[in-house]
């Protein structure tokens, strides 16, 4: 059919087909040798006391963001699914992971259905350094499954980099690549293998803005990890993040700047983001947390008069429903209405903050371009940093690991904290941020 029966869209279905070897595979799976045939045998249940494990040491990539967010390290025989938008740096972190466990001496592979070999060779040249042997690491450019399947069968290797999986075709099913019922058969079928030979995979795939390609959603389950790759392409920073962890935390974040070389891990962004802070009207400091790890950036806005009905709200780096919510608790709980002004919020360095902590620091910034008035007052040297969830009825609600949150702030010598610690409600922390004298804001615990 070329439009679908349920929404009218046009040339939107895919053909799925179940294939028999899939069938096969499952059956002996689960009930052992005959099982395929018809009745299944009992499976032999075990106490998970005497199931046996092997420690298998976990294969470290060399790149400490990355092994940070993996939860230590790729997980032998795991299956890792890297999402992100286009031009984002999959192919480059994929390449120097591989690089840099070829140089620890592991047998790697990597499969691009994407680009040609030389393509691939130009990138690996720009990355290639004493710890990185990106030249070193085998890669094949195919896109038919089997062929695919039998490499790695020949190869065995320890790691091998799938780019992308919707590239990929399995050619006993119809549709196209990159349809759903392609990317679930190919995962499905590397996963087999993978499993049986013990080689870690990561899958790399698209996701587009509106994480509109159904590819690699339709993966979440089967994957062991998921990982997304994102930030704004044209700005330099890109934040690593863990989705799902079978084998450690999601909270774990991870930021990297793109440069010629290939992406380098910023350690020290807290620094870089308070150094480059401006001090002017709408200027904050957000003590968040990227995972486990503090990080301090500072927030911007701008409130400017409208022509509009209704005005404009644009948000970059933060969620569009979460600053609607702290302009309605400035206007009701705090007399900083901005009904007829356009405001603009954004995260400076392309940071995306999706936690409820950076309600305060957005209302402080709101507040101080509404104001005209910078935080802290005139005479202010350093930046106000501010974290805190801003509730409905004008409090403010703590947040997790506000100790390691100050004690960020107070590496970089930021000591005026606002925080619900010190002012429990709204219209506190704005008398704290607008004091003036230096010490007239609530000052870190
Ligand atoms: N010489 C260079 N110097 C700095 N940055 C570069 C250079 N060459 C490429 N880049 C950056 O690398 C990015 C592309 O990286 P990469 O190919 O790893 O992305 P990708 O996510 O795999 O993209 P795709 O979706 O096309 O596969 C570019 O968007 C650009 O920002
Ligand atoms: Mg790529």
């Known amino acids: 059919m070329g439009q679908c029966p349920g929404c009218g869209a046009w040339s939107t279905l895919g053909e799925e087909r179940v294939s028999a ?10 009930g052992g040798a005959g099982a395929a045939a018809g009745r299944a045998a009992a499976a032999r249940v075990v106490p998970l006391r005497d199931v046996l494990t092997a420690r298998v040491p ?41 690089g840099h466990l070829a140089a620890a001496g592991r047998a790697t592979l990597y499969v691009s259905g994407e680009e040609s070999a030389q393509q691939i060779r130009l990138r690996a040249e720009r990355l290639e350094s004493s710890a990185c042997r990106a030249l070193d690491v085998p890669v094949v450019a195919e896109t038919d499954l089997e062929a695919v399947l039998a490499t790695m069968e020949a190869l065995k290797p320890d790691v091998m980099v799938v780019d992308s999986v919707q590239t990929l075709h399995a050619a006993e099913l119809g549709g196209a690549p990159g349809s759903v019922g392609q990317v679930r058969e190919v995962a499905a079928r590397i996963m087999q293998v993978a499993k049986a030979a013990s080689v870690a995979v990561i899958l790399v795939g698209h996701v587009t803005k509106e994480g509109s390609l159904a590819g690699p959603r339709v993966l979440e389950h089967l994957v062991d990890c998921v990982l997304q790759f994102e930030g704004e392409r044209e700005r330099t920073y890109r934040t690593l993040r863990a989705l799902k962890n079978r084998f450690g935390s999601t909270n774990e974040a991870g930021v990297f700047e793109m440069r010629s070389d290939g992406l380098v891990e910023v350690l020290d962004a807290s620094a870089r983001f308070v150094g480059e802070a401006t001090r002017k009207p709408g200027s904050v400091v957000l003590a968040s947390m990227e995972g486990t790890r503090p990080l301090l950036v500072e927030v911007q806005a701008l409130v400017s008069p409208s022509e509009l009905v209704p005005p404009r709200r644009v948000v970059n780096g933060i969620d569009r429903n979460r600053l609607a919510l702290v302009l309605a608790v400035l206007g009701r709980h705090a007399g900083i209405g901005c009904g007829t002004a356009d405001v603009f919020v954004n995260v400076v360095g392309g940071v995306r903050i999706d936690e409820p902590g950076a309600d305060l620091a957005v209302a402080l910034a709101v507040a101080s371009a509404q104001k ?74």
């Open 21 to 30: 070897i899939a069938a096969g595979g499952r059956g002996g799976k689960g």
């Open 372 to 445: 005209g008035i910078p935080l802290g007052g005139e005479g202010a040297q350093l930046p106000v940093a501010a974290f805190g969830e801003v509730g409905l009825t004008g409090e403010l609600r703590s947040v997790g690991h506000a100790e390691r949150r100050l004690s960020e702030a107070a590496k970089f010598g930021l000591h005026d904290v606002i925080h619900p610690a010190g002012a429990p409600t709204l219209p506190q922390a704005l008398r704290a941020g607008f004091a003036g004298a230096p010490g007239g804001a609530a000052r870190a615990a």
């Open 58 to 98: 976990r294969l470290t990539t060399g790149i400490g963001e990355l092994d940070r967010v993996l939860g230590g390290g790729i997980v032998p025989g795991s299956l890792v699914l890297l999402g992100g938008s286009p031009g984002i740096g999959k192919s480059t972190l994929t390449n120097m992971a591989m």
